[in-house]
């Protein structure tokens, strides 16, 4: 077996015992809601104290899910790896109405191509991933992440865990205070 000329640098901040998952779809408004609050979780607890991963969870009533999930994948394969992922999640955070279809079925997002989404993913971010978002078997890192999402019984985003277990009790409208809590 070959092994592939790229690597998707992991989507993990912090190095601490403790760890705090989260399973997001990039245009999902609470997702959003739930990543704007990741970087204050790791300053609040302390990156010695706590293991922060995010976990890409596409979702079909999302239509351009799968590309924007494939793009922030792809900037994880290049030279800058998991901050040109962020950078891409935070880009689509940013301008989430770019990236989404109105209701989730119309609005002038239905005539936006693939390769629209990728561009202004690029103008957005900064990142050049359009030839990444190319890598013939960049799919593997996709089904990586929905495969884990379906063996943690997860269907739905944003989901959380906390040291490898489903916490309902945790939502992106609580307070960072509240998610650190569970950390404590």
């Known amino acids: ?3 592939p000329t790229w690597h998707a ?11 705090f998952e989260v399973f997001l779809e990039p245009t999902c408004p609470f997702s959003v809601k739930a990543f704007n609050k990741l970087d204050e ?8 104290r706590v293991t922060v991963k995010v976990r890409l969870q596409s979702q079909p009533w999302h239509m351009f899910s799968g590309v924007i999930v494939r793009c922030i994948l792809a900037a ?3 030279p800058e790896g998991k901050h040109a992922a962020k950078a891409v999640m935070d880009a689509v955070a940013r301008h989430r109405e770019a990236f989404e279809f109105t209701h989730h079925a119309g609005g ?10 990728i561009a202004r993913i690029e103008q957005y971010s900064g990142v050049n991933l359009a030839q990444a978002f190319a890598i013939p078997d960049l799919d593997k890192a996709v089904k990586w992440h929905c495969k884990y999402a379906r063996q943690n019984g997860i269907h739905v985003s944003p989901t959380f865990m906390v040291d490898g277990l489903v916490q309902g009790a945790i939502s992106s409208g609580d307070t960072v205070a509240e998610w650190a809590r569970h950390l404590a």
């Open 41 to 48: 979780l790791l300053a609040l607890v302390g990156e010695d």
């Open 108 to 117: 002038p997002n239905l005539d936006a191509t693939p390769n629209d989404i």
């Open 9 to 19: 640098d992991p989507l993990t901040w912090g190095h601490g015992p403790r760890t």
């Open 1 to 3: 077996m070959e092994n």
């Open 76 to 78: 994880s394969t290049l």
